[in-house]
């Protein structure tokens, strides 16, 4: 089996040490003095050995320890070295810092029950107070090394789970910018579809109308609703440059559109869808004595613009009806239908982003929406397109003043 490669600073502690206790050996310098049983060239044993053990210390702290345990017990039956003592006592430290949890518990309370086990036994066998000082030594080259480790163990493990948990928070709050960023572009990509579409949509159709027809009032009167969706479209782009703008700008942020402009908003599609042979109804039926959330008058509104918008765009002749009730009662309900089928005139083309953003909105109020072909009213052949949108109704009312 090949041994782990010990660590550098591990590596320069074998080696100083080694280097000292060699060095006090050569000059006679003995913590034991010359009354030890064995001569002094066996003091050189446990140092070597426990210097060799060093070398261990990081990666097999445990075996080290216990290796540097039999060693050590061989010093006081020689004149002994003050080095080899503290080698040990570097040893404990180690076997708790760099050893497993289940090790790092254990040591500490067996060198405290031998230290404890040690100066009794003393005392009983000699009798006299001198005796505690080998208790003393004992616990501090096995005791006081484990328990300093003890410490310098929970506190790296404190700080380990402080860096984890700084990592986690940071993570999580990365998390969250993203998805702030995410939702944040999606609301934006809804507000640029429901400002802008409309307008484009009645541009594409009418320059189409005007580039096919050879008549000179079609063509004057096509290029009457092009100039003025034009003009609002250019009014609205600004619109929502101005809320993306810094406060501190030139440009201050308009009011958002509130259903009170649904008479104006159905008015341009007459105008807009004249041409292509549809006929719009608005039927308001709302609470006129409270006052709905800013969230969903705006969601309302956008609904009602984009579903208008695909009507024109690609509804046949037929009538457009748009219904707006309840608001006091717990919900708004919005229903918008139109003649299903492509008629033969002029169409814009579409990417399915209007139905995509008209859900969105009502999900984010956790409201319920469905789109889609339905039997007509009359349960005639004719099928007929049908948004539907109820959006809850779930903030604080005000009577309006």
């Known amino acids: 089996m090949t041994l782990p490669r010990p660590h550098r600073d591990d590596v320069l502690i074998a080696v100083v040490g080694l280097l000292g206790g060699l060095s006090l050996w050569s000059l006679g310098v003995h913590t034991n003095g010359p009354m030890a049983p064995l001569p002094s060239w066996v003091t050189l044993v446990p140092l070597v050995v426990i210097s060799v053990l060093e070398l261990l210390r990081r990666t097999m702290p445990r075996t080290a320890l216990l290796a540097g345990t039999a060693a ?59 005796a505690l000082l080998i208790g003393m030594v004992t616990g501090l080259v096995s005791f006081g090394p484990a328990t300093t480790g003890a410490i310098v163990r929970n506190h790296r493990e404190a700080a380990n789970a402080a860096r984890l948990r700084a990592e986690q928070t940071a993570l999580l709050a990365e998390m969250d910018r993203t998805q702030a960023i995410v939702a944040e572009r999606a609301r934006m990509a809804r507000e640029l579809h429901d400002l802008v579409a409309g307008h484009l949509s009645a541009i594409a159709i009418h320059s189409t109308a005007a580039l096919s027809l050879d008549d000179r009032s079609t063509t004057r009167q096509a290029l009457t609703v092009i100039r003025e969706n034009s003009v609002e479209g250019l009014a609205e782009m600004r619109r929502l440059i101005g809320l993306l703008r810094d406060s501190s700008g030139d440009m201050q942020p308009a009011a958002a559109p509130t259903l009170a402009g649904l008479d104006a908003m159905v008015e341009q599609a007459r105008t807009n869808g004249g041409q292509s042979g549809l006929s719009f109804e608005l039927c308001d039926d709302r609470e006129r004595d409270t006052r709905l959330p800013a969230p969903v008058e705006l969601a309302a509104y956008r609904i009602v613009q984009e579903s208008l918008t695909n009507a024109i765009k690609h509804a046949e002749a ?41 859900e969105e909105r009502v999900a984010l109020l956790d409201g319920t929406f469905e789109a889609g072909p339905v039997e007509g009213p009359d349960g005639g052949p004719d099928r007929i397109w049908r948004v539907r949108a109820v959006l809850p109704v779930t903030d604080d009312k005000e009577p309006s003043a």
């Open 72 to 130: 050590v017990l061989l010093d006081p039956f020689t004149p002994g070295s003050v080095v080899t003592l503290l080698m040990f006592a570097d040893l404990a430290y180690a076997a708790v810092v760099y050893g497993t949890p289940a090790s790092a518990r254990r040591i500490p309370v067996v060198t405290g029950m031998i230290t404890i086990a040690v100066t009794i036994g003393f005392l009983a066998w000699l009798r006299e107070p001198a």
């Open 318 to 358: 037929g009538r457009v009806r748009v219904e707006v009730s309840g608001g006091a009662g717990g919900a708004l309900r919005v229903t918008v239908t139109s003649p299903f089928g492509r008629g033969p005139g002029p169409r814009a083309p579409g990417s399915g982003a209007g139905l995509v953003g008209m």
